[in-house]
């Protein structure tokens, strides 16, 4: 079926996490979208991102009205309140939409720099693309890691989603950054120690925008 939607046009890496979040975001909402791979410290990207990072966001409205955003929250708000059900990934209850953006907060501030820069980079993304891993590097991300998965496994004892009882923005933050933790057996083993979290990991990559927006990690832009 075609859309009466423009593609929503992501630009970035096609591995970026980020851009990862916002073509889930845009796959849950059944909006189009692709991803224009580009490199995020170009001179030209910085014209859709100030401050050089994916993904930035290009759209017309139906109505002919140009749409320029970046910052993956300010996305992926946009998609959600546009498409489908409007804010059907971001719940209206105080509490559950509180816990919504605490743990997008978490991910944001706390995780990605220690899961994909001090991790996922150095010991997977490395070995994929042919480079020279840096082990003790990532070696030292693991404590770190087990101390966040602990906060992640207490929080999920007793809810089926970050949000509470279904799936928010906060799910899709967390899925697309943990995602590659599974290409290494160090970081695997970290999720699978953890009961709640790894039901949760597990229901998650079963989800139809999951498996849209999948792809192979070897391909960098
Ligand atoms: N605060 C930004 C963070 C986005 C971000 O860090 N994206 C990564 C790719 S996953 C990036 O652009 N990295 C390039 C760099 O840091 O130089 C957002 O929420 O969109």
Request: glycine fraction near 4%.
């Amino acid at each position: 079926m075609t859309s009466q939607f423009a593609p929503l046009r992501l630009f970035g890496p096609r591995i970026s996490t980020y851009s990862r979040i916002a073509s889930m975001v845009a796959e849950e909402k059944g909006a189009p979208w692709e991803i224009i791979p580009t490199d995020p410290k170009t001179v030209d990207h910085r014209q859709r991102h100030p401050y050089g990072r994916a993904p930035a966001l290009e759209w017309t409205t139906p109505a002919g009205t140009p749409v320029r955003l970046y910052e993956t929250i300010a996305i992926a708000s946009f998609i959600d309140g546009q498409f489908g059900t409007p804010w059907a990934l971001s719940p209206d209850k105080p509490l559950e939409n509180a816990a919504m953006h605490q743990w997008i907060s978490i991910v944001d501030q706390y995780m990605f720099r220690v899961i994909d820069v001090e991790f996922v980079l150095p010991a997977i993304v490395t070995r994929l693309t042919g480079q020279e891993p840096d082990d003790d590097r990532a070696r030292k991300a693991l404590g770190p890691m087990a101390y966040m998965f602990d906060q992640v496994e207490s929080h999920l004892q007793d809810r089926p989603y970050f949000a509470g009882t279904a799936l928010s923005l906060a799910d899709i933050w967390m899925i697309a950054l943990v995602d590659p933790l599974r290409l290494s057996g160090a970081s695997l083993q970290l999720i699978e120690q953890r009961p709640a979290f790894f039901n949760w990991y597990e229901r998650l990559r079963q989800h139809p925008s999951f498996i849209a927006t999948e792809f192979d990690l070897s391909t960098l832009v």
